[in-house]
């Protein structure tokens, strides 16, 4: 197996925004609504989403924000995101983390699979290098090199996870087209057809890192275990992308979703070759398994993260609408906003135990403690921190007008007589309220909070999931003894201080990702 020359000469290093966009005109075979887009970057639809990123990817450069968000690769001597490097130290994961809080933000929270979430998706592929290794020589080493290769060039990318939604209730041993199958190895490569679907932010990714989700894992057919990365633009590889949730029909600016709708995407494999230096496991289900939890450690990390700037969006968005209509004094509205001041500092606090309970896997790496409950807590959360918003807007999330009725001149009087707020004029109030409404009721704001109930896995699952996996065993002796022998309290032993759950070892029934629901 020949491995990507990963070399610090060839490293085109941090990205700029103005690369980015070039970058992004690849060749790739990319679709919307039934045409093919030829340069993303150059494109209406995506536009705005690129420009975003790249602003984002410019802030790498100013010497203001230099030391936060890149680091001195020790290898190279070259600066590189911040978020791709390997975490060894409590400081090291500490840094990841305020680098992920600048990112997500400065998009608000609204960035699910931004840069610096799957730059952790790498670091965590290269930290199970040894486990691939073992499976077959020459599979570690290839992603070692991969992630290398993405530090170096400061990729954008994607994952790709589970299968289309064709008929769930049967097996691809009896349908093939179910998932995607290795239909033959040979001296290049291997040879892959079939689908993924959910694929986010692929359109405006560099890369696609392709592997299974906890329930697609454990295959009756070996042909449909695979780990591999490939290129956007790699010759057969079709994206097919969703409606955007960021047009701008009859005068709302839409601020949010023009420029933090990541795209959803289809990725169909037509007979892709992938080089065996791309291919990091093969045929090889309970790796499989194993390694799902064990790469995600730092990205299930990094969520919490974005997710603590969601709900202080939420938050302070409901805010502002309160005391845009009067109701910031009332006693239900200041509950529920404590509600969301209390969400957001949970979140904060979870962040704070990962790092406490991190611990070091066999890999050599620093990973998070283990995140399966707060991950839990976040999905049931979801719906409450968002009807917050919607609660106190209430109707008027839906009676805005838009930027054109603002410049009306015979109805500008009208609005600002009968549309002002207390304290805030017509335009702004407006605008705050059509901002609630993108949160909450429009097309993007239901795709974000399908997103946070759906991303995490199926929450029914993972409650199961941690059930099976607490350890009751101190208690329960207690309580069967004190059942037998009421009249003697058996004494508690002493707890011992928390350890992290070791990051290699997976959870005894991993949680389902959204691609996994019926």
């Known amino acids: 197996m020949t491995l990507l020359d990963t070399s610090a000469a060839t490293g085109?290093?941090?990205?700029?925004?103005?690369?980015?966009?070039?970058?992004?005109?690849?060749?790739?075979?990319?679709?919307?609504?039934?045409?093919?887009?030829?340069?993303?970057?150059?494109?209406?639809?995506?536009?705005?989403?690129?420009?975003?990123?790249?602003?984002?990817?410019?802030?790498?450069?100013?010497?203001?924000?230099?030391?936060?968000l890149t680091f001195e690769d020790p290898g190279s001597g070259a600066r590189l995101a911040r978020a791709y490097q390997l975490p060894r130290t409590p400081q090291d994961l500490r840094l990841q983390r305020r680098s992920a809080e600048f990112w997500h933000a400065n998009a608000f929270g609204q960035h699910g699979r931004s840069p610096a979430f799957m730059a952790s998706i790498a670091v965590g592929v290269y930290d199970f290098r040894n486990r691939l290794e073992e499976s077959r020589p020459g599979f570690g080493a290839n992603a070692e090199a991969w992630y290398r290769y993405c530090a170096q060039n400061d990729l954008v990318l994607s994952h790709a996870l589970g299968d289309p939604q064709i008929d769930r209730s049967t097996d691809p041993v009896d349908d093939p087209d179910l998932a995607l199958r290795v239909l033959e190895e040979n001296d290049r490569g291997i040879v892959v057809r079939g689908a993924k679907q959910?694929?986010?932010?692929?359109?405006?990714?560099?890369?696609?890192?392709?592997?299974?989700?906890?329930?697609?894992?454990?295959?009756?057919?070996?042909?449909?275990?695979?780990?591999?990365?490939l290129p956007l633009n790699t010759p057969g590889l079709v994206t097919l992308c969703r409606e955007p949730l960021g047009a701008e029909p009859w005068g709302h600016a839409h601020p949010l979703g023009a420029r933090y709708d990541e795209q959803d995407a289809m990725l169909f494999f037509d007979d892709v070759l992938v080089p065996w230096d791309r291919v990091f496991l093969l045929k090889d289900a309970?790796?499989?398994?194993?390694?799902l939890a064990r790469i995600n450690a730092w990205s299930a990390y990094i969520a919490h993260v974005r997710y603590r700037?969601?709900?202080?969006?939420?938050?302070?968005?409901?805010?502002?609408?309160?005391?845009?209509?009067g109701v910031d004094g009332f006693r239900n509205v200041q509950e529920d906003l404590g509600r969301?001041?209390?969400?957001?500092?949970?979140?904060?606090?979870?962040?704070?135990?990962?790092?406490?309970?991190?611990?070091?896997?066999?890999?050599?790496?620093?990973?998070?403690?283990d995140t399966a409950a707060s991950r839990v807590w976040s999905a049931e959360v979801a719906d409450g921190a968002v009807d917050v918003l919607r609660r106190i807007g209430a109707s008027g999330l839906l009676m805005q007008p838009t930027e054109n009725d603002l410049a009306h001149p015979r109805l500008r009087p009208l609005l600002d007589r009968y549309m002002r707020g207390r304290g805030i004029d017509a335009e702004r109030k407006s605008r705050l309220l059509r901002l609630a409404w993108e949160l909450t009721g429009d097309g993007f704001g239901q795709r974000q909070h399908l997103y946070e109930l759906v991303h995490r896995g199926d929450l029914a699952r993972n409650r199961i999931n941690l059930f099976k996996r607490y350890d009751q065993s101190e208690v329960r002796h207690r309580l069967e003894r004190f059942i037998a022998t009421p009249q003697a309290v058996p004494q508690a032993v002493p707890q011992a201080v928390p350890q992290a759950v070791p990051a290699g070892a997976a959870p005894a029934t991993p949680p389902v990702t959204p691609e996994e629901r019926p």
């Open 309 to 325: 700037e969601r709900l202080r969006t939420l938050l302070s968005t409901a805010t502002l609408v309160a005391e845009s209509i």
């Open 12 to 68: 085109r290093g941090l990205l700029t925004g103005d690369r980015y966009r070039k970058e992004l005109d690849d060749g790739r075979e990319l679709y919307l609504d039934g045409q093919r887009v030829s340069d993303p970057a150059g494109h209406p639809a995506f536009a705005p989403a690129v420009d975003a990123l790249a602003g984002l990817l410019d802030l790498q450069h100013d010497p203001g924000h230099r030391d936060l």
């Open 198 to 229: 959910l694929t986010t932010l692929a359109p405006l990714a560099h890369e696609v890192l392709v592997y299974l989700s906890a329930s697609f894992a454990q295959r009756r057919g070996e042909q449909f275990v695979v780990w591999f990365a």
């Open 286 to 291: 309970a790796l499989a398994r194993t390694g």
């Open 340 to 369: 969301l001041a209390s969400y957001a500092e949970l979140t904060e606090l979870f962040l704070d135990a990962a790092e406490a309970r991190a611990a070091v896997t066999d890999g050599g790496l620093l990973a998070p403690g």
